[in-house]
Each structure stands twice: as structure tokens, then as C-alpha cells.
């Protein structure tokens, strides 16, 4: 059964902790994407990785960051230096490999986080 | 920054009534994507539609992009209950493959 997993569903942070979320695919994609998304609003772009140990800050990377050790897994950790990391975070994947004008993305179930 | 726009923000119907959402953006794209999501949950891809083409149908959506007025519209016919959510339009611009959202528009579809 293909698609992308994230975990864990729910996630409560005491302010000054980091936590990392993680994200598994095995659609065999090369791109891995986070978002955020706040109550009410789009989805923002945090990091994407097109391919196994490179990664390009999206339009909020501070206070995060990332790894892509391997094709299937793209772990996000949210650091203290995240001023406001409640939000429910969304991870994405994309062939990659498909020309740009008809690259799709596939999401995971999304990760809630709170800071308590 | 957000690159789409959608109107409107919420929009009621009843079942069976049509219902069309708009979503404006601000630069070249290579494409424009539509996206379903339930509450709470991820982001279902719905239609694409190349920055070369004019309208797209798929079941009972249908999709229009005006490159001259960098805007597009999603229709979706005859809805039903099962169609409450949020959808949001994407675009993805010249040499990068992440999407830029817009912020939605909530339909309820009342049965």
C-alpha cells in the first residue's frame, strides 16, 4: 500500500525543547517537502530536498531543520529557536523526476504541534 | 509570502447546486494545481492544469486558466454533501517544484 506516513499524529512541546517529526514515503519519489500550516491559512514552504543529501530552505525555514540521509525518510526537527512551532506541519512528495509543469505532490495526514 | 489568493474565503450551497472558486497569483507559473483538504487532514491532489492550456475537465470538476489575468477558476458541478472541505490552489513557478498555496476557500455543502 503506497503513500506517505507521518508521525506522530499529535505532538505537545514544552517551550525550549526541540522535537522532530518524521515523514516516510515509499512512492519511490525523489522530492520530499514540509509545510505549515496555521488555523485558517494556506500551507507555507519550510524546507524540500529534490534528491538523497540536499535540501533548499523554503519561505520559513528559521528555527528548522532538516536531513535526507535517505530516498524515503525526511525528518523535520523544530528547535527552540522557533519562536511560534504551534501549527499542524504537512510533509509532501513529488516524482522529481517528471518534467516541472506536471509534477504533482502527495501528501501525508499531517502532524498537530503544540507548545504547552 | 502567498503566492495564490482564492475568493471567496467561504462560500454555502445546497446539494446539487454548482460551486466555483477563484484563485488570483502574482507571477509566471509552469502550472496551477488544486487541492482538497478535509479538516484536519492532508492535502488531496484534485487537477492540473499546464500555464499552455485554457481549461481542464476531470468528473465533475472543471478547471479554467487565464494566464493574461494570472487567474483560474474551479467549478465543481452538481456538489454534494461529500464535498464540504477546503480547497486551495498551488503553483508551481519556473525552476522550483514547490508549490505556493494560496489560503483557501472553506465550501460547506449543505445536504
Given at each position: 500500500d503506497?503513500g506517505?506516513t507521518?508521525s506522530p ?7 525550549g525543547q ?9 512512492l519511490?519519489?525523489?522530492a520530499?517537502?514540509w509545510?505549515r500550516q496555521d488555523?485558517?491559512q494556506g ?17 520559513i525555514?528559521?528555527g528548522?531543520?532538516?536531513s ?8 523535520l526537527?523544530?528547535?527552540?529557536a522557533q ?8 510533509c509532501?512528495s ?7 509543469d ?11 504541534l503544540?507548545?504547552? | 509570502?502567498?503566492q495564490?489568493e ?5 462560500l454555502?450551497?445546497?446539494e446539487?447546486?454548482?460551486?466555483t ?15 482538497r ?6 492535502l488531496?491532489?484534485l ?7 485554457r481549461?481542464?475537465?476531470?468528473g465533475?470538476l ?7 489575468k494570472?487567474?483560474s477558476?474551479l ?7 461529500a464535498?464540504t472541505a ?6 508551481s ?5 514547490a508549490?505556493?498555496f ?5 465550501l460547506?455543502?449543505?445536504?
Amino acid at each position: 500500500d503506497g503513500g506517505i506516513t507521518q508521525s506522530p499524529k499529535y505532538l505537545f512541546r514544552k517551550e525550549g525543547q526541540n522535537v522532530t517529526l518524521s515523514c516516510e514515503q515509499n512512492l519511490n519519489h525523489d522530492a520530499m517537502y514540509w509545510y505549515r500550516q496555521d488555523p485558517g491559512q494556506g500551507l507555507r514552504l519550510i524546507y524540500y530536498s529534490q534528491i538523497v543529501n540536499d535540501f533548499q530552505k523554503g519561505d520559513i525555514a528559521e528555527g528548522y531543520s532538516v536531513s535526507r540521509e535517505k530516498k524515503e525518510s525526511f525528518p523535520l526537527t523544530v528547535t527552540s529557536a522557533q519562536k511560534n512551532p504551534t501549527a499542524f506541519y504537512l510533509c509532501a512528495s513529488s516524482d522529481g523526476a517528471a518534467p516541472f509543469d506536471t509534477d504533482t505532490q502527495y501528501f501525508g495526514p499531517g502532524t498537530r504541534l503544540t507548545v504547552l | 509570502s502567498q503566492q495564490g489568493e482564492e475568493d471567496p474565503q467561504a462560500l454555502s450551497i445546497q446539494e446539487g447546486e454548482n460551486a466555483t472558486m477563484n484563485c488570483s497569483y502574482k507571477t509566471s507559473i509552469n502550472n496551477l494545481q488544486w487541492y482538497r483538504q478535509n479538516s484536519g487532514r492532508g492535502l488531496v491532489h484534485l487537477i492540473l492544469i499546464r500555464s499552455n492550456e485554457r481549461e481542464k475537465h476531470s468528473g465533475r470538476l472543471r478547471v479554467t486558466l487565464d494566464t493574461s489575468k494570472k487567474s483560474s477558476s474551479l467549478l465543481i458541478t452538481a456538489s454534494r454533501a461529500a464535498d464540504t472541505a477546503s480547497y486551495f490552489c498551488a503553483t508551481s513557478t519556473t525552476g522550483r517544484r514547490a508549490l505556493t498555496f494560496g489560503s483557501g476557500t472553506r465550501l460547506q455543502v449543505q445536504p
